[in-house]
T-cell receptor, first 111, second 113 residues
Framework: EAGVAQSPRYKIIEKRQSVAFWCNPI?????LYWYQQILGQGPKLLIQ????????DSQLPKDRFSAERLKGVDSTLKIQPAKLEDSAVYLC?????????FGSGTRLTVV | GNSVTQMEGPVTLSEEAFLTINCTYT??????LFWYVQYPGEGLQLLLK?????DKGSNKGFEATYRKETTSFHLEKGSVQVSDSAVYFC????????????FGAGTRLFVKA
């Protein structure tokens, strides 16, 4: 089966600019996750969708981050405005049951 | 709360050495436990899993046993290869109105030829 697809792979922006990431989960996977992985740390859950509804967004900085999952399939994560500390790899994952499958991530550098 | 603690890296070994990466967890109830591996420039891949006490997960020569009495899930491999160089993440999954994965900080492994 095709894996979780993410784009772009890399993005460099200036602080205060906006950026959006896209994720296409594995077909049939109802649950979709966005994680932030700062260099040297483990992934931190930002938001979890079940179909197109939000299950957990307790660690999403809602003043600047937003995410949507239209029609319960693809998802976008947006940052506006970006800060230097947002530099990280943003991982998308999807699951059907317990274990999640991860995409390759988008590496964001904010300068 | 739920948390995962891994041994700090980096771990540097010679090829064919024995590997142990320690992982302990704190959780209410009975979580499922996982090891993920992240090769340079790639996303996380599921390496192995165990869903109940005393289960042993194994894959590609790696093993880990779910020890409820010590709340541990240590990763072991008898003979590492250069290609095993990666970052290894221990994780637990709780079903709290949806499966939520909590990761450890990761342990980087370097294997020298």
């Amino acid at each position: 089966e095709a894996g979780v697809a993410q784009s772009p792979r890399y993005k460099i922006i200036e602080k205060r600019q906006s950026v959006a990431f896209w994720c296409n989960p594995i077909s049939g996977h109802a649950t979709l996750y966005w994680y932030q992985q700062i260099l040297g740390q483990g992934p931190k859950l930002l938001i979890q969708f079940q179909n197109n509804g939000v299950v957990d967004d307790s660690q999403l900085p809602k003043d600047r981050f937003s995410a949507e999952r239209l029609k319960g399939v693809d998802s976008t994560l947006k940052i506006q405005p970006a800060k230097l500390e947002d530099s990280a790899v943003y991982l998308c994952a999807s699951s059907q049951k317990v274990a999640a499958s991860f995409g390759s991530g988008t590496r964001l550098t904010v300068v | 709360g739920n948390s995962v603690t891994q041994m700090e890296g980096p771990v540097t070994l010679s090829e064919e050495a024995f590997l142990t990466i320690n992982c302990t967890y704190t959780a209410t109830g009975y979580p499922s436990l996982f090891w993920y591996v992240q090769y340079p420039g790639e996303g996380l891949q599921l390496l192995l899993k165990a869903t109940k006490a005393d289960d042993k997960g194994s894959n590609k020569g790696f093993e880990a046993t779910y020890r409820k009495e010590t709340t541990s899930f240590h990763l072991e491999k008898g003979s590492v290869q250069v290609s095993d160089s990666a970052v290894y993440f221990c994780a637990l999954i709780r079903n709290t109105g949806g499966f939520k994965t909590i990761f450890g900080a990761g342990t980087r492994l370097f294997v020298k030829a």
